[in-house]
């Protein structure tokens, strides 16, 4: 495993407070959308798209990628963000998420914008395709990896335990999950809608290796990635403890904000919260460097 | 050959290369599903990208030689209907051509949301082979006969739908799935119906083709029922009628001007098919006659109810999909016929 600066760590932070920002901006742009997921997994797609996928934004079809396959598709303003940050399109073209001829539907559509792999948006669809990519991958003797981002609520879906145990079953090692376990679902709590837990006793039960990381944790992240690699003989979930709307201190935990918009107002508020912590992190960037 | 009350020579279409003698007891019979086992090993030989994926039905649905032959290209995906659904998706997303197989209640049925936002939306190169279609499924009875599947794919975008009508054409219809570059829906059927094409029976996407020609009505038909159509057809020419009998085996895209010439030179149109009469073919050539030429049509197919188990001809005799039917379908859609109309004497 290489070892991580604290300087690059700082930078992937910095880069996951742009990315709020970015979504909030968009969100407000045009009045509708989903807030808590998107914000709760900056850390995971900034260290994705920065730091772990093997990606090229200028050849966004280039066949060793590695392929980031959202499954709980509602979440994509933050993967929107994370492409724009990372060339695949102008950043300016993120306002137009949700808008009449744009590029970046509600929920994200493969054929209109390169680069995203697939069309997610009915929850539970996403891991199965992964595992086709999988199994073409494996047979074309291809040395990309497959991730699929997750959420927990659609742990609820009988598909995502189909594919779960297809792919423990078949050990299928270049798969790895990130699932967004922050707890929430429109409803209310997880564990008052449709209980989850021994998540980890199930997932190890079908046979994937497991490791929990603090989902705001850079370091913890990029470890898990790089241990996946490592494992040989199973598909690895990796469970991301994250905390919905993180960054904005009125979202936070509150799963009222899974699937609205802040206001103008609301988003001044969020914004001014989001550059001051992202003003901090700069400091800290200052500090390292020196 | 006959001639019709105003005299007109009906016949035979010689372009369609039908078996000789048509009609008999010793024509030869087979389940349409084996000409896509047969299709799909075909397409593994020459085509290197060509999966199969079997819902724990590979036998019944005719994949276990390929999977046999071609193991590292076969998936069993277990009972998992929608991720197997998924599974193709990714598969086609990376360059394969998957043929995803099991009965048509499972597939196209349980995982239609997987078809519609995985395989359509996301146009994904997917083939889905439905087997035990209609009635013919038998003593399985209602849930595992199939007669909405035509309706639930036929109204997805992207989707082509084919319901070939015999074993022979159900092998051109697979390889020309292979071909076409999109998700494509095919259609068969589990009990033995008569093999009345031919390999020299042309077969296109989008076409449909005249068995035979007259000039009186025309029945319009898919699948199993387009033989007994033509049995209808030569019953008729006995009291003098001369009924067009056209194979309409791309229920999507339909052959509009094939339909149109039939009702123009018609006037009165009858469709056949295994499947609901609401959704199916008879549907979709009520949509063609609408919006280009309305003339009166009559549908043939089961009645807007489920079936149940027993004999496919006793099925068939119970639930309205007998030579019979059609016949009275088709003398009905005749006598609707405006007493006049424009242009004819």
Redesign the interface.
């Known amino acids: 495993m290489l070892a991580i600066s604290d300087l690059e760590v700082l930078e992937l932070e910095a880069m996951a407070n742009t990315m709020r920002q970015d979504i909030i901006k968009m969100l407000v742009s045009v009045g509708s959308g989903h807030a808590g997921g998107p914000l709760g997994m900056a850390e995971v797609f900034a260290v994705l798209y920065f730091h772990i996928l093997k990606k090229d934004p200028k050849n966004p079809f280039w066949p060793e990628r590695d392929r980031l396959i959202l499954s709980n598709g509602h979440i994509c303003a933050v993967r929107y963000a994370a492409m724009a940050r990372a060339g695949y399109f102008p950043v300016e073209e993120l306002l137009t998420y949700r808008k009449i001829d744009s590029r970046l539907q509600g929920h994200p ?3 209109s914008l390169p680069g995203l ?3 997610g ?2 929850l ?14 494996r ?2 003797g291809k040395k990309y990896r497959v991730y699929c981002v997750m959420s927990d609520g659609e742990h609820d879906e ?2 995502t335990w ?2 779960l ?2 792919a423990g079953n078949h050990k299928l090692r270049n798969l790895t999950t990130l699932m967004d376990r922050n707890n929430i679902q429109i409803d209310g709590h997880t564990e008052d809608i449709f209980p989850l837990e021994p998540l980890r006793n199930k997932y190890e039960a079908i046979k994937w290796h497991v490791i929990e990381v603090d989902g705001h944790n850079v370091r913890e992240i990029i470890a898990a990635c790089e241990e996946a690699q490592h494992i040989y003989e199973k598909p690895t979930a990796i469970i991301c403890h994250t905390v919905p709307g993180k960054g904005v201190s009125y979202m936070e935990n509150n799963y009222e904000w899974h699937g609205k918009a802040p206001t103008k107002e609301q988003g001044e508020v969020a914004l001014a919260e989001l550059r001051a912590e992202g003003d901090r992190i700069q400091k800290e960037i200052l500090g390292a460097a020196k | 050959m006959a001639y019709s009350k105003k005299g007109v020579l009906e016949i035979i279409n010689q372009n369609a290369y039908l078996v000789e003698p048509l009609f008999g007891k010793d024509i030869k019979k087979a389940p349409t599903r084996d000409g896509y086992g047969e299709a799909v090993i075909e397409l593994g030989e020459t085509n290197p990208d060509i999966m199969v994926l079997s819902g724990d039905l590979t036998e019944s649905t005719r994949t276990l030689t390929f999977s046999k032959k071609y193991p590292e290209r076969f998936v069993e995906s277990g009972v998992a209907e929608q991720n197997m659904a998924g599974m193709a998706a990714g598969l086609a997303l990376e360059g394969k051509i998957p043929f995803v197989s099991s009965f048509a209640v499972f597939s196209p049925g349980r995982n239609w949301d997987q078809i519609r936002v995985s395989i359509c939306y996301s146009q994904a190169n997917v083939k889905i082979a439905g087997s035990h279609t209609g009635l013919l499924t038998g003593g399985d009875g209602a849930t595992h006969q199939a007669l909405e599947d035509i309706a639930i794919t036929r109204c997805l975008p992207n989707m082509v739908v084919l319901a070939p009508c015999d074993k022979i054409e159900t092998k051109k219809a697979t390889i020309a799935a292979a071909k076409h570059v999109g998700p494509v829906y095919i259609r068969f059927a589990r009990d033995k119906t008569p093999v009345f094409t031919t390999d020299e029976t042309p077969f296109e996407i989008g076409k449909a083709l005249v068995l035979k020609d007259g000039v009186d009505a025309a029945i319009i038909a898919c699948g199993t029922m387009v033989y007994p159509s033509l049995e209808a057809s030569e019953e008729l020419s006995k009291e003098g009628y001369s009924i067009r009998v056209i194979n309409s085996p791309s229920i999507k895209p339909i052959d509009v001007n094939t339909i149109v010439d039939a009702a123009k030179d018609t006037g009165a149109i009858v469709t056949a098919e295994e499947h609901q009469i609401y959704g199916g073919l008879g549907g979709a050539v009520a949509e063609v006659l609408t919006t280009n030429f309305p003339v009166p049509q009559e549908v043939v197919g089961v009645m807007d109810t489920f079936g149940e188990s027993g004999e496919p001809q006793e099925l068939w005799d119970k639930y309205g999909l007998t030579v019979g039917h059609i016949v009275s379908a088709t003398r009905k859609a005749m006598k609707r016929k405006p007493r006049n109309p424009i242009g004819i004497p």
């Open positions: 559509h493969n054929r792999e697939n069309t948006g009915p539970g669809q996403g891991l199965s395709q992964a595992v086709g990519r999988c199994i073409a991958g047979l074309d009988g598909q189909e594919a145990m297809w």
